[in-house]
């Protein structure tokens, strides 16, 4: 697999740095979350596919010097805390380059390293507003709506962290070197947005929001309701795309105003509207399909498995508890990621088993253990 | 600079393709538009940063030959069509990667290189709402509401597809064979947000949609039943003072409040400068400076204009080793373009 060999630290965290070692793993990468303990009370990892799990206390002196330890032979670390953090516990990447000038320290948070912010709590929402981005979002006279947690957590934030770790692996394969890898979220969900500043003399902003070509100001580009209660997104940009929207809405484009008309698109959204209410989902994507009219269903989760796009492309796998969730993107033909099928790994499963394989003696394991520096999972631990 | 070195050959298209290129571009990799001859009159890329720009006929044989013979020198070839369109140029991968082995052949597209949708048009918000993921996102009672096209073309799309690219790379070091990247951006928002699929039993998605995550998360304040009451509460106390107020009232503090920043604020704000989060080049143009901040080896973006159409053709032919006399030709066939006002051979 691409990324077969390499040992990834992911210091367990809320979303962003799970999927960005979810992503290493499902590519190939050998990744350890190291977990809490004693555990904490948060919410599991959702996104474990293809991990193992140490359990190790960091705030015991000699927990830090395992992990420590653990760097030494590790490839990539992957942490998630406020910057300070890791240095306070003596982890710091001076400290841990020293030891191992190949390592990639990837840094994941969500103001960034330095800045007035860099101490501070903040979630997506926030990561979001202060980039700018987040005003751009949301219907017109409504409170700006930030789209769950998925541009600044994991759009900016997990993949964005990947694709920088990935970038400073290949750089090493010529440089021999390792680096820090400094992933903010809310630089990392306004990068992926750079076209919105970069477009703003081509007239796609020139309204206020909700009122724009992109942001549901177009009837043309928007969902409407069916009459069984489901959604049909429409995006017929291009002239030509939009002449088939109207003649599968039953309407005569003659007899309506030109497309780019905006005092008009109030008015056709409710016409819209009204004629995507008279028939089911079904029956609008009959009609749709197969044309380049630019219409397609708004799936829920369950039908977007079954859809049958989806389902000749594998777009979505079922792992061995019949949990359903997408196929790894994108596809390499040659060496495509191979995401795992079995359940995600319990807090402290692989303590023992990847100490060893890092080094450490059966007696130092069992040192650790009884002084609880480290956890197992297993119900009966036999050292 | 880490992709120093690596010759990139981005076919010109609509948004998320150009933002791979960028991000390649930005990274380090001489990044060549292949911008169509004649010259359509569709917008022009307005992610060029970094970019150099050949004009090329890829209808007409001697310009589909042409590209061939780019391709044999280039590690990175990224083209933004249906399926079926690069096969009948003469262009499909089995060709060009029997020709260059180590090319890494990246397809970006809205529905991938198979299934029932794949000859089909579409946009953002087609390709956003085939993952399911469209029907998360929106307010309570209402239709379902994409974010403008920032998950499937740019996050699912361009970011996705140059993250695979980096893979395909990274594994040619140990392999020294390149591969197909297809990158369907149905594929990329879906898999971007897989903790939406795995994190239903954890009771974060019980409740039809827009009662989720709209306000904080502290366990105590988890009573379903009150939360509209309590945000007609919190929206008549914000509604009291101006967004600088609250800024002082709660910089500083964990309380997790942030303002939310127009374009125009967020390049000025105190932490965004403190990091140098925003970059301006020389047309005084701002946009976001690339992410992430690698210490030893960062992106460095241009400060240049972007690239005319065109405006590169004849160096960069020179540079793949056509010679002063082939490229006369293709010229004088129209089968080229330059975008300088005397063109002189």
Redesign the interface.
Known sequence: M??SGLRVLELAGL?PA??CG??LAD?GARVVRVDRAPRSAV?AD??G?GKRSLALDLKRPAGAAALRRLCRGADVLVEPFRHGVMEKLGLG?EVLLQENPRLIYARLTG??Q?????K????DI?YL???????????KD?N??A?????A????G???????I??????R?K?G?G??????M???A???????????N?GLWNRPRGENL???GAPF?????TSDGK????????PQ?YEQLVKGLGLDSNKLPSQLSFSDWPKMKKMFASIFAQKTQTEWCSIF?????????????D???S????K??G??IKNDQE?????????????PAVPSFKRDPFIGEHTEEILLEYGFTKQEIAKLHSDKVIEFSKPKANL
């Open positions: 691409a990324l979303a799970p999927l979810m992503i590519f919410a959702a996104q596919r990447p103001f960034g330095s800045g007035k912010y860099a501070s709590a903040g979630h926030n507003a202060l980039s700018g981005v987040l005003s751009k979002l949301g219907r409504e700006p709506y789209p769950v947690n998925l541009l957590d994991f759009a900016g997990g993949v964005m962290c990947a694709m920088g990935i970038i400073a692996l290949y750089e394969t440089s070197k680096q820090i890898v400094d992933a903010s809310v630089e990392g306004a990068y992926l947005s750079s076209f919105l500043w970069k477009s703003q081509l992109l942001d549901s580009y928007e969902t409407y309701k959604y049909m997104a429409v995006g017929a940009i291009e795309f399909d197969s044309t380049d009219a630019c219409v397609t269903p708004v799936l829920s989760f039908d977007a498995a859809h049958q796009h989806n000749q492309r777009s979505f949990e359903i969730s997408p196929r790894p993107a994108p596809l390499l033909s040659r060496t």
